[in-house]
Every structure is written in C-alpha cells, then in structure tokens.
C-alpha cells in the first residue's frame, strides 16, 4: 500500500513530541526519509528530495532543543513545497525545462516562515509546468502517481504535493491555487486542503502563474494541522503589495465548537441540477456532508451562484492572459535554458520554443490572442466582468449563509492518460473550485469518504472574504463526520 | 550645420512631445535598490528589479508624490490610478513587459503656459519604470546586427514620469520653450535633475503639418533620439520641412517613428507604426490602485514652490522689467536671489543686467546684502561701470564686500573737476577730431566720441566712469 497518510504522526503530533524530547527531529526525518527512498520511485511525488539538507537542518533543530531553545510551533516536522516556490539556493523548476538548473538567490516567504517555526523542509514537489494543469502529468520531468492507485493521477497541479502527503512522505506540504490546484488533488488524494483568502499568503517567491488567482495553501492529513500551518504560513508580507494588513486569522480557535445554528449553502448549480458532468457518487457524498452539518446543528439550505456557470470560461480568459504576460520572463536572456539563435528574437523563439511544454504553450497564446488589440474588450475585459458579477453574487449568498458547500471534484481521480487528449475535458475538473479563485474568497476540501471505486472524495467548503475561521470550523465538523462514518 | 527655412505662410507645424523625466528619488519605483547614475554595471539590482521569477514589486511612495506634485504643477487634476503592464519582448527590459499606467493614469488633463503666453495642453502626467540599459558591439550598433549585446540592469526600474502634451505648438521655438519651462518646473520642485543631455529628460516629437486655417490632424512622425534643446528645434524644422516637401511634390509621409541624426541633421527612418507592436495592456495584477487621500493632496498643494511664470512675472515687477527679459535669470535659478538684492536696496535694472552679463558662471559667495552694496556704489557713482565689474569678479570667489576690494584696488571716483580740465586739455590737443567730433557725419562723430572717451580712460586707467565723460564732451559742443 502506497497510502499511508501521517504514517509517523501528524504535523501537531510531530511537533509536541519533538518540542517536549519524546522524539528528535533526526529520527522524524530518517523515518520519512527512508519511506520516500521506498515508495519515491513508483510515485515520484519529487523533482528533488533534499535528504542531507534536511539531515542538517534536524541536527540543528536537535541541537536548539538540548541547549533549551525555542524551537517554534512546527519543529522537526517534515514539510514539502511545490517545486514554483523559491527556496535559496535550491533548484527550482516550475517542471519547465526553461527552468532547469535555475538556483534563486532568494527564498519565497512562505518557505521562510516555516523553517522559522522549525519545519524541515525536505523536498521540491512535482507540479503540472508552471501550474498549469489538473492531472500534473504536464510536468516536463514526468508525472506523479496517485498513492492510492498508481494507474491513477493525483491531480494537479499540485499533485507532487498532495502525493508527498498522502504517501506519508511528509505530514505536511504547500501547493498553490489557481483554480482549484491544491483543493482537487486533495480531494483526490483523500487529504484536506485549503485556498486561503486573495491576500492572506504572501506570494512573495511564488513563481506566478495567474497573479490574480494564485494563492498558496497547505496539504495535510487533518484539518488540525492545516490550521497549524495556516497560521504560520498567513499574515502580512511587506514585499507583497497585495498581501492584506490583517496578522493570521487564529483559525485553530473554533475547531472544537461544532456548527450549531450556522447557516449552510448548498450550491445548486454545483450539485447536478446545472453544472452537467459531476458523477453520482461524488455528488451524494456532497449531500451526505450537507446531511452530516445537519444533523449536527447545523441550518442547510439550497442556495444560488447562478454565474458560476461561467465561472470556467471567464477563468480560461483571465488565467493565460495574465500568465502570457508572466511567463514572457523566460525569454533565454538571463537565466534558465538558452537555445542560440542568429539574433535576439530568434534566440527568444528558439528558448521558448524548446523550454515550455504544449499546454503552456496552448495558454500562452489563448491569452496572448484574450489581450489583442480588438478582442481585449471582448475577452479578457468581458471575462472581468462575470468575474465582478460572480463576486456579487457570493456576497449576496454570504448575506443568508456562513459557509458554502460544495463538491470539489466532479469525479475521483481518474486514470492516467484518459484526459490528456482532450483539454476541455481536463479544464472541466475545476469546474467547483475555480469560482473561489475569480472571487478571491477562501476554500477547502475535506475528505469525505469514497466513491465506486474505493477512491477519496473530498467535499468543498467555501466561506467569504476572511472567512477562514467559520471555514475550519465546518470542516473539523465535517471530519469528525467522516471518520464516524468510516 | 544645415540651415532650415521656416514653413511658408500657408502652412503650420502641429507638434505634441512626450517628455521622460527621470525621478531623482533615493531608490528605484518598485524595490529598495538604489537610484544612482554612473555605478558600476548591473550593481544596483535585486531580484525583483531583475525580474526574477517569483519576485514582486512594492511602490515607492515618494516617487508616487512626486509624480503627483509634478501633475499639479502641469495644472492636471491628480486621479485614482492603476499600473498596467504593456507587453513587449526586449533584451533590457527583465520582466518582458514595462509596469506603466494606461487608461487611468495619475495625472490628467493640464497645461503649460510658456513665456511667449501661450498655453499648451497637458494630456497626462503617468507614472512608469524604466528600461535597462544595452549596449550592441559589432555590426551596425543596431541590436538586428550585432554579434552580441551588453546589458546593464541598474537603471532597471528606475522611476519615470511621462509628461505627454497635446499637439498645441506650432512652432519649433515653441517646442523649445516648453521643454525649458517643464525643465524650470521640475528643477523648481526639485524632483528631477532634468539633463537632457544625460538622459534624465528625453523628449520624443511627434511632428505633422497642416494648411493654416485647417483643423485636420495629418500623419505624425515620432522624432526619437533627440538629445538637447537645441536639436529638439532644428529636428522639428527639419521633419516639418521633410513633410512640406513630400506634400508638395504630391506625396505624403507614412506614420514612423524616425530617429534624429545629430550629424547630418536629418532624420532617418525607424520603425513603421501601421504594424506596429500590440503591447496587450492590462491592469498590473501585483499592485494595487493608488488612491490619493484628500489630506495627502492638500499637502501637496501646500508644498508647491513658486514656478518660473509666476518667478518671471514677480522679477519683472520688482526690476520694471518686460517677463521675457527676466527669463534667463530665472532659468538659471538666480530668481529668488535678485528678488533678494532688488529688496536689499539695488537697482533693479543694473541687477538684472550683472546676473545676466556678469554672473553667468553663478553668484558665488555674493549675498544680496553684499550686491545691493555694490550696486547701490555704481548707481551712487562711487565706482564706475567697468569698476563695477572688476569688484564683482572678485566678490563672487573671494566673498569680500564692495567698499574693502574698491578700497585695495584704489578704486575712487574721480571729482568731475578734475575730470573738466582733461577733457578740456585733450580738446586743445586734438582740434582735428574735436572738429569731426562736432560734425554732421554721425559715424565719425560717434567714432570720435569713442577716440576721446578712450584717451581720457588710459589716462585715468579707467577710474574715470564713461558716461560722466560723455556728459562733459557733449556739453562743450
């Protein structure tokens, strides 16, 4: 069995035993160390395993320990980052060829404020290139196996990331989402994850893909330790200009407090009566978790995002504008992969040419041709404006409702290859989960039993604008549920 | 040089420049590197003003205000404004694409009066971030042909303001004067060195013409390359004249951008605008809008110096002078100090005359308490013109007052009693040129004037002051 969620312990369990001397931060890490040299090579869940860097930071964070330091909230735990994260000196890919070889000279916030809190990191995760992609068998480095089944994928894009978790390569890991790219694979991959609110985690160092969109989050086993992690990983970053004011939302503080009396959404449009192609089984594990809140106190009613529907179009506009922009960097010129060529723009041409895989190809120009002269209006500025109406319309809900529930996924993980042929059928899997990242509002999946097939389906909690804490605290209703059912 | 005639009468240049003004603000527009001129290459550089992935950039604030304290000096209205990205691949420029404003820039809507009176409008006043820097080796200089190209990052962000007018000059001396009245301006705010020749203003023309009378727009041609004020004129002469001719023998220009040639004072062909780039703008997804607060606009407001206009007008009332004739002086900064000595006591007009004859390498260790004594010696007739001058020389590096340098040199005025029997004895000397001197031939007259002014100066070794001596010859007529 390559499953084997928190096999050493969850990240909260880690970090006391570590703190209090029950256990050291070396043999956290050689535990996890020698299960990643077992299981790596059929799931490859990494670009790069950093072993002897996380050997050393662990006899540093031993050493602390014995000499009566502090040693912060996440000391000894293992942590994994998806390898478009930047981390000094360390190679970092984006799985672009373009970006090969290519060691920043800085590290991205996030990465700093978990080896702060004395998180170890030891590893780079496999990514769908420069996170483009719901499968992450866009990777110029290979795909990444689903630990549950290896036929299947773990989705993506940020599927090295949720694989690390799920496989019991790390308690903890950090992926990013664009449109639904930690919360699919967690719910593939039968783990919780989170897309904090726009602005409430530093994109500092996070190597952009749709600026307007992308917001780091964690995987874990528990909705605990994404808590745990949230906190840490949250609050104002000065080098990000549109990171919010606001410190971390103390969102461990109402995990145990139930739901009694809060107001839940079910969305229509996402539970089969308007958005066609989500399989029977994942949409009554939705219901069932509607029922679960309910029958835990909870008030559940139907509720309408009647845009959300173009919520998938208008994404498909607004991300590959943006990205053809961000992406123009990798030209050859400064860093990463350079073909020579006769001239300047010949080399350009050549670099980019041999550097980007097709799907990043295929989005550079969809949105090359969204932000034209003469269709700009028409695309990119259209897609604005369901954008604005989408966001009007979840406030509107979030008058009558705390939370929102939703499935993540419109199926379980599916098998390799079955959808890369055709880029629309892949596009549909975020169908759930983009209109959160057009809103910029907060969302998770939790797991929430199995379907047919024996594969984890999570369901979709959604909150508004800084709603974190409510948000946590339905989930941690929602996994008490489910693992009473279990 | 190439001499270039003025349009005829029938036909009128219409011109609107688009003015860069390098911000001098301690660090770049978006990251803590150092705004600096003539580092060393690629020294002043972080990763986000490299644009290295994942990096982001912050705004400087007081580039923003400044910008906007440029914007009220142009009489724009300072607005809510967004950064956009305009989208181009080019070697000097890290990101692939320029952080600028487009359709909601900072400042909107002004103008510029310049000293002639007329008022030339001010479309926009926006904020945006400067290129790198690249050098081609081998091949033309261009960067199609060269064997390869050095780039340095450190004027990479450097903050820029794009003062864009409308097309209201209609001629190349108008051109002039406005850049030297925004040059004025900016130097009077202190935001920017303002050197052309340095590259912290670079004026882009844009140059049609048009039938008087008319109100068409006909095709523009972008000058570039423009590298002082004095080819800023003779580019606008020459593009126009280039127009005239084409209209003339029946053809017409096309829409370039076209790049003056110091050398030939020409200009040549560069890039076609009918295809030209999409640059695919769209609002800059890292930052947020700047949104002036009314108390920050307030202060702006409070903060603004007295500009060239209202400097030349205010000189021109206190020396009795036209607003034209005090330009110079107020181009050169000495408005406030001649308003000063002018105070002080001193002449007006003499003031004015010594800043713009005698001072023009700068007032040195003058004071205007110490000019005004000077010149209230010269206007008392203590010292003479020519003294005058010599005393001012020196007090400008020396610092020494009037009285104790006219004291040391043995400057004293000669009593006009003394001077009545030279002139009386060198009339009986030289009966000849007394004579001519008297005579109907003006010419020779003046002529003369000149010989007995000279003599009764070598003699005096120049303590005599001439037009006492003008006064004596004139009265024994």
Redesign the interface.
């Known amino acids: 069995m390559h499953a084997a969620p928190a096999a050493f312990g969850t990240a909260a369990q880690i970090a006391d035993d570590v703190s209090s001397g029950t256990t050291t931060a070396s043999a956290v890490v050689e535990q996890h160390l020698a299960r990643i040299s077992e299981h790596e090579g059929d799931i490859h869940a990494f670009n790069l395993v950093l072993a002897e860097e996380a050997r050393e930071a662990a006899a540093a964070i031993d050493e602390r320990i014995s000499a009566g330091d502090e040693v912060g909230p996440l000391a000894g735990v293992p942590v994994v980052l998806k390898d478009n994260m930047c981390t000094r000196g360390v190679e970092t890919t984006c799985s672009s060829r373009i970006l090969k070889g290519w060691k920043p000279p800085y590290s991205a916030t996030v990465a700093d404020r978990l080896t702060d809190a004395g998180a170890i990191v030891v590893g780079k995760a496999n990514l769908d290139e420069f996170a483009m992609g719901s499968s992450t068998e866009n990777s110029a480095f290979g795909p990444t196996h689903n630990p549950w089944d290896l036929e299947k994928v773990p989705g993506g894009s940020s599927g090295g990331s949720a694989a690390a978790v799920a496989a019991g390569f790390a308690p903890l890991s950090l992926g990013s989402d664009t449109g639904g790219s930690v919360r699919q694979p967690a719910s593939f991959c039968g783990i919780v994850g989170v897309k904090p609110t726009y602005g409430s985690v530093s994109r500092y160092g996070l190597i952009a893909f749709g600026s307007s969109l992308d917001q780091i989050g964690p995987f874990s086993t528990t909705v605990e330790d994404a808590a745990l992690s949230f906190e840490i990983i949250a609050g104002h970053d000065p080098l990000d200009a549109t990171s919010a004011p606001e410190p971390a939302l103390p969102v461990r503080s109402k995990l145990d407090a139930g739901v009694e009396g809060l107001r839940v959404g079910v969305i229509n449009e996402m539970n089969g009566s308007v958005i066609e192609g989500l399989d029977a089984d994942v949409l009554a594990r939705s219901r069932a978790a509607a029922e679960a809140l309910a029958a835990a106190g909870a008030i559940v009613e139907e509720c309408s995002i009647p845009s959300s529907v173009y919520g998938l179009s208008a994404y498909y506009m607004v991300a590959p504008a943006e990205a053809s922009s961000n992406l123009a960097r990798f030209d050859g010129v400064r860093y990463g992969l350079r073909e020579d060529g006769p001239n300047t723009a010949l080399m350009n041409q050549a670099s980019r040419t041999a550097g980007f895989g097709a799907e990043v190809k295929r989005r550079i120009i969809v949105g090359t041709y969204a932000l034209s002269a003469g269709y700009r209006d028409a695309y990119y500025g259209k897609a604005q404006r369901v954008r604005t109406k989408i966001i009007d319309e979840f406030n509107a809900a979030y008058k009558n409702f705390d939370v929102l529930l939703s499935p993540t996924a419109p199926s379980t993980a599916f098998a390799m290859g079955d959808k890369t042929a055709d880029p629309m059928m892949m596009y549909l899997n975020d169908v759930c989960t983009i209109p959160s990242n057009l809103s910029g509002q907060p969302a998770m999946s939790v797991p929430f039993g199995v379907g047919d097939d024996g594969l984890p389906i999570g369901v979709q909690v959604l909150a508004p604008l800084m709603g974190e804490v409510v948000m946590f605290q339905v989930a941690a209703e929602l996994e008490r549920a489910a693992g009473g059912a279990a | 040089m190439r001499h270039e005639p003025s349009l005829p009468d029938d036909w009128e240049l219409v011109c609107g420049l688009e003015v860069h003004v390098e911000l001098s603000t301690a660090t770049k527009l978006f990251c803590g590197c150092a705004n600096q001129f003539g580092s060393e290459p690629n020294t002043n550089v972080c990763?986000t003003c490299?644009?290295?992935?994942?990096?982001?950039?912050?705004?400087n604030e007081s580039a923003v205000t400044d910008a906007m304290r440029l914007g009220r000096a142009l009489n724009c209205t300072v607005l809510p404004s967004v950064f956009a990205?305009k989208?181009y691949?080019y070697?000097d420029m890290?990101?692939?694409?320029q952080t600028t404003q487009y359709d909601q820039p900072t400042n909107d809507s002004g103008w510029l009066d310049i000293p002639t009176g007329e008022r030339i409008g001010v479309e926009r006043a926006h904020i945006e971030e400067d290129t790198g820097k690249t050098t081609h080796v081998g091949g033309d200089g261009r960067?199609?042909?060269?064997q390869y190209?050095l780039?340095d990052y450190n004027r990479a962000g450097v903050p820029l303001v794009e003062v864009v007018s409308r097309p209201d000059i209609r001629t190349a001396d108008e051109a002039k004067q406005y850049v030297s009245e925004l040059r004025g301006i900016l130097l009077a705010l202190d935001v920017s060195d303002a050197r052309m020749e340095e590259g912290s203003m670079r004026v882009d023309a844009n140059v049609s013409i048009r039938p008087v009378g008319s109100d068409e727009l006909r095709t523009r041609c972008e000058i570039k390359n423009i590298n002082s004020l004095s080819s800023l004129g003779r580019a606008i002469a020459h593009e126009a004249n280039r127009h005239l001719d084409l209209y003339t023998t029946g053809d017409a220009p096309v829409q370039e951008t076209r790049h003056w040639d110091e050398e030939s004072g020409r200009t040549r062909s560069g890039r076609r605008k009918e295809d030209s780039d999409?640059y695919?703008?769209?609002p800059e997804?890292?930052?947020?809008p700047l949104i002036p607060s009314a108390d920050e606009l307030d202060a702006i407001e409070a903060g603004l110096p007295v500009f060239p206009a209202e400097q030349r007008s205010r000189l021109a009332e206190a020396a009795g002078i036209e607003p034209t004739a005090a330009s110079l002086i107020v181009d050169r900064g000495d408005a406030d100090f001649a308003l000063a000595s002018i105070d002080a006591g001193a002449d007006g007009a003499r003031v004015v005359v010594h800043l713009d004859n005698n001072l023009a390498d700068g007032i040195g260790k003058l004071t205007p308490a110490s000019f005004a004594e000077l010149v209230g010696m010269e206007t008392g007739g203590a010292l003479s013109a020519t003294q005058t001058k010599d005393v001012l020389a020196e007090m400008v590096t020396s610092g020494q007052s009037a009285a104790d340098i006219a004291t040391a040199r043995g400057f004293e005025a000669m009593d006009t009693s003394e001077l009545d029997s030279m002139v009386d004895e060198l009339i009986a000397n030289h009966p000849d040129e007394w004579s001519r001197y008297c005579g109907d031939d003006e010419g020779d007259a003046k002529k003369m004037a000149g010989f007995f002014t000279g003599q009764i100066m070598k003699a005096t070794k120049g303590q005599a002051d001439g037009k006492v001596v003008a006064q004596l010859l004139n009265a024994r007529k």
């Open positions: 990763p490299l644009g290295l992935p994942g990096s982001l950039p912050m705004v990205r989208n691949f070697p890290p990101k692939d694409f960067i199609t042909s060269a190209s780039i999409d695919r703008y769209f997804p890292d930052l947020t």
